[in-house]
């Protein structure tokens, strides 16, 4: 029988027939299940996830961690109520908990019925096993209400991504109050610790971690949008759990609005995750007929700790998440952005002077910022005029683009397409197109307003303008910002039971906009700003190439900054800016090289004033970037690993990155300050092949110190390292291993 043939009639058979088809080596069906066990099981990677219909119908949690044989017996005892206190539903680990039957933990769906009726209890209906998929439909006891939950894992990473569909398939109204892609247990244990991030404008990605106790973690984002105060990722540790070693689970939500993860250590002490929409204001209305889409929450394992992790998530999104072109994920280029040279102040002459300075460093893309369009002087006025200004560019784009694209780079615009100045003419002519509640004040930030993208004639017209934008010059690339978050979220033209229904209907627009955009310029990049890293996630992820991570390009600061986005997000996706000194947020003075090798961790941009390089400054720049673009491939879409971050046993970040087939690897390491003559660590290195020879050379093109051999073997790399020590304020050294 061909495999394939296998594994369709696997799926309508009980475990132990299943098991009688394979031989030892050979794996079960991605998705199944065991029908004499009412027993749903999906494997992939390293990853087992098992879930079971129980006596009472509920659907409950039994497994999520390492790959378990396919033969092993999944024990999942029936469960009841401890007391009077804590009856059944409060102690079943519920894949998908409904507000009712005494639950008092954090419900998964919470609705309310016309006639006041807020009780839900959810059971098992029917369910589909087909390939890496899994859907199981539950529904109420007796109400009209349907949820089908959809489980689908990643053959290669064993990530799996859950969501949900929410149908109303009764005559009247239903309203949603709360709803999550999906709720997961870890079993009973006392040492676990979440680790997450935290931050705000130019101080973003701040990792924290704490204990998982008695009580709740809710981490959220109430704005509009993803934030930049809790970042919709989350890894769980227990005690034992290193950087590259022991278990760590790892999520993170694919939704650009407004979201809340809790996390809760429950009677019984398991710890129950719940993500999805946040309910903060949240009030969705469900007509006959309709249903709402939850975000997706993906979820991940690795018992190779929290790199493991790390490195997991980061081929998932590579593989699975982001935009591909031709089938493969296409390198970041070298980027010039001309916002610190010229700000507003931009014209046809200077830019392409800029655009000649940034070419002979050996960029490969120049990036126009702001002050282009409309009556764009400053920050208060014109947004939403996206027409280019005339005084500025009397001949259009199309000189600027042509001289850009004669000096071999592509060519880069920012907008700002969410966003409208009460000073332009798009304001004047639509005022009620901005997001607001009728008859009263309206908050702005940084001189302007979000416009409500939940209504279609705004929909409509941001499409229009920028397809209009891009029919008509020949762009390469956007860089698409969003510079505030929302205050008074009001829809005052819809009707009053449905203005709430503005948190979904928003970010569904947006992501509406992106996807036809691209649809009509396949070859157009777009990266996600949100005066930083204020949205970035898994859902506007999958429809842009890479993110802005934080408008703090302080090198120091970013090493820090870098190391927080990489826990859940693949340096692939991560751009870093090589800027002016002293840098503006600290007024920290720092060498060349040194902004060099932080901005080189992930895709590289030059957002300094060239204007200001002296010939010097000019000739190290050409060489980096050239050093750059032999490790971009291994930067860009190896393996991290984080061998060191800055501490009293060792003050250097130090990451190393290899590439796929391990025939590469690029090794960073960087120091704020050094004391007192202090001899520091040899570097071990990981991830190298042990029996091949690696040749070894420093980005920089300087000599290597006497400590380290030219060539070795990984297995020296790794085991006896890289002995180099350094000495100074803001100093650091690249080292290139190259296999051969």
């Not at 205050?487 to 819809?494: K, N």
Request: net charge neutral; aromatic share 10%.
């Amino acid at each position: 029988m061909a495999k394939s043939s296998i594994r369709r009639a696997a799926l309508l058979l009980p475990l132990g027939a299943i098991a009688s088809l394979f031989s030892s080596t050979e794996a079960l069906a991605e998705a199944s299940y065991d029908a004499a066990n009412k027993m749903f099981r999906l494997d992939g990677g390293e990853v087992t996830y098992a879930f079971k219909i129980n006596a009472a119908g509920i659907l409950q949690s039994v497994y999520w961690g390492k790959r378990l044989p396919d033969r092993a017996p999944l024990a999942a005892p029936e469960l009841s109520g401890m007391s009077g206190f804590d009856v059944t539903a409060n102690v079943v680990p519920q894949e998908y908990a409904g507000q009712g039957g005494g639950l008092y933990s954090e419900p998964a769906l919470k609705v309310t019925w016309p006639d006041g009726n807020r009780d839900l209890v959810l059971y098992y209906r029917s369910h589909q096993v087909s390939g890496d998929e899994i859907r199981v439909t539950l529904s109420d006891l007796d109400r009209p209400l349907f949820v089908t939950l959809i489980y689908r894992i990643d053959r290669a990473t064993g990530v799996i991504a859950r969501s949900s569909v929410v149908e109303n398939r009764g005559a009247t109204d239903v309203r949603v109050d709360q709803a999550a892609g999906a709720g997961v247990t870890l079993p009973v244990a006392y040492d676990y610790r979440l680790h997450y991030s935290t931050g705000r404008w130019a101080a973003e990605w701040t990792l924290q971690d704490r204990p998982l106790r008695a009580g709740a973690t809710v981490l959220e984002s109430r704005r509009g949008s993803t934030g930049s105060q809790n970042n919709p990722w989350f890894q769980i540790t227990r005690a034992t759990t290193t950087e590259e070693s022991g278990p760590a689970w790892i999520g993170a939500l694919a939704w650009s609005g407004s979201w809340r993860m809790s996390f809760d250590q429950d009677v019984t002490g398991r710890i129950r995750i719940v993500g999805g929409f946040n309910p903060f204001d949240f009030a969705y209305r469900l007509r006959p007929g309709e249903t709402l889409d939850t975000p997706t929450f993906y979820i991940g394992y690795s018992d190779e700790g929290r790199g493991g992790a790390s490195r997991l998530f980061h081929r998932f999104e590579r593989e699975r998440i982001l935009p591909r072109r031709g089938g493969k994920l296409p390198l970041r280029p070298v980027l010039y952005n001309s916002w610190e040279a010229t700000e507003f102040k931009v014209n046809e002459a200077e830019q392409m002077a800029l655009a000649e300075k940034a070419a002979s460093l050996g960029v490969e893309r120049f990036v126009m910022d702001d002050g282009w369009f409309g009556a764009r002087n400053n920050d208060k006025a014109g947004l939403g005029d996206w027409q280019v200004n005339p005084t500025k560019f009397p001949n259009g784009l199309k000189p600027l683009i042509d001289k850009v694209k004669s000096l071999k780079m592509d060519f880069g615009l920012w907008v700002e397409p969410e966003m409208v100045n009460a000073d332009s003419d798009l304001f004047r002519a639509h005022p009620d197109w901005a997001m607001q509640f009728k008859g009263r004040p309206r908050t702005e930030g940084r001189n302007q307003l979000v416009l409500n993208l939940a209504r279609t004639d705004v929909r409509d017209h941001l499409l229009k303008v920028l397809d209009d934008l891009l029919t008509q010059n020949d762009i390469a690339f956007l860089k698409w910002d969003y510079n505030r978050n929302w205050s008074e979220p009001g829809w005052p033209d819809a009707e009053v039971g449905e203005q709430q229904n503005i948190y979904v209907a928003y970010v569904r627009n947006l992501y509406w906009i992106i996807d036809e955009l691209r649809k009509r310029h396949p070859n157009v990049e777009i990266e996600s700003c949100s005066g930083g890293g204020g949205r970035v996630d898994l859902g506007i992820m999958a429809r842009t190439d890479e993110m802005w991570p934080s408008d703090n390009t302080d090198p120091y600061d970013r090493l820090l900054i870098q190391d927080g986005y990489t826990q859940a997000y693949a340096p692939a996706t991560m751009m870093a800016w090589v800027t002016d000194s002293p840098n503006w947020v600290n007024g920290r003075q720092t060498t060349l090289p040194f902004r060099f090798l932080s901005a080189m961790q992930g895709g590289l941009g030059i957002g300094t004033n060239l204007n200001k390089w002296q010939a010097t400054d000019f000739a190290l720049g050409k060489y980096y970037v050239a050093s750059y673009k032999r490790i971009r491939e291994t930067v860009q879409q190896g393996q991290l690993y984080r061998l060191n971050r800055e501490s009293d046993a060792d003050p250097r970040w130090t990451n190393l990155y290899v590439a796929p087939d391990k025939s590469q690897a690029a090794l960073f390491t960087l120091v704020g300050s050094t004391h007192k003559l202090d001899v520091m660590p040899t570097i071990a290195l990981t991830g190298l092949d042990p029996d091949a020879y690696y040749r070894i050379e420093t980005m920089e093109g300087t000599p290597l110190p006497a400590t380290i051999p030219a060539r070795a073997t990984g297995a020296y790399w790794m085991n006896h390292g890289v002995d180099v020590t350094l000495r100074g304020d803001f100093v650091g050294v690249g080292f290139i291993l190259t296999r051969g």
